[in-house]
């Protein structure tokens, strides 16, 4: 199956325990030290953020509400349609479009770019990651910053690599067996997702199979891959600690600007 189908109507569920306030609030660190200054105009392109990869809006609704205007977009319809369902329950004024994150196009430019929850990891065959890195600097303002995070290869080699994670929340649970291979540098990782039934008794479950593919790249791949595309690299840090990338980093968030 696709990936991001079945799971997509249980992901928020499941990934509940994930930081987003804490993502966001590096994410405009980023932006306020390295960002276009915000204009006062209404609807200035200076102030519009693209959310790459953004799945169900999580992050773009976060940063819709601290007043940034927000379009994400996302190759999968049916995270799309949840995140569609949640900027309507907000009422923010969010656009969130059909597209590859390798080949997407904007309506104008836009002043920054995010892409956060491992989306970049997403990006598996060579070439994808300057071919998104390529859109990325078409679409940007002169002087736009784009800021990302990633799942490093020590993350999938040492820490989940070979690895069964199981998880059971009553109405619905999943099994998530991980594969990885050091040669490509890709963890393959096949999940069973079960979702409980409407009924008499509750005791039927369905069960959702997809098989999801994730490549690990080291921060230099990533910095030469960014500046063939036209960009400049700025900055990178360990997600979590907010100090400098090591060898025992999980997932690093780093920023790139479109020359002035």
């Known amino acids: ?54 799945g169900t809006g999580k992050l773009t609704q976060i940063l819709a509400d ?29 656009l969130y ?59 999938y080699r040492d820490v989940i690599g070979e690895s069964t994670i199981a998880e059971d929340r009553g109405d619905c649970a999943f099994i998530w067996d991980n594969y990885y291979d050091p040669e490509t540098c890709i963890n393959e990782y096949d999940l069973a997702v079960f979702v409980q039934e409407e009924g008499p008794d509750g005791s039927l479950y369905r069960r959702f199979d997809e098989v999801h593919q994730q490549r690990g790249y080291t921060p230099d791949q990533l910095r030469a891959a960014a500046e063939k595309a036209g960009l400049i690299w700025l900055a990178m840090q360990d997600t979590v600690t907010g100090q400098d990338v090591d060898g025992q980093t999980e997932r690093a968030m780093a920023a790139v600007r479109k020359p002035f």
Not at 70 to 83: F, R, V
Not at 107 to 128: E, P, R, T
Not at 132 to 137: G, H, I, T, Y
Request: glycine share 10%.
């Open 97 to 155: 479009t059909l597209q590859d994150m390798r080949d997407f196009e904007l309506y104008g430019a836009a002043g920054a770019m995010v892409s956060v929850g491992d989306s970049i990891n997403y990006l598996i065959g060579d070439g994808d990651l300057e071919a998104m890195f390529r859109c990325v600097e078409r679409g940007l303002l002169p002087g736009g910053v784009f800021v990302f995070d990633f799942k490093t290869i020590h993350l």
């Open 1 to 54: 199956m696709d990936s991001y189908t079945s799971f997509s109507y249980v992901y928020d569920t499941f990934m509940d325990q994930e930081p987003y306030d804490e993502w966001a609030d590096r994410v405009c660190a980023y932006l306020a030290e390295y960002g276009l200054p915000r204009s006062e105009k209404s609807g200035s392109e200076e102030n519009i953020v693209v959310d790459l990869g953004c």
């Open 66 to 94: 601290r007043g940034y205007d927000m379009i994400g977009i996302d190759l999968s319809e049916d995270m799309l349609s949840i995140a569609q369902e949640r900027k309507i329950e907000s009422g923010r004024d969010i």
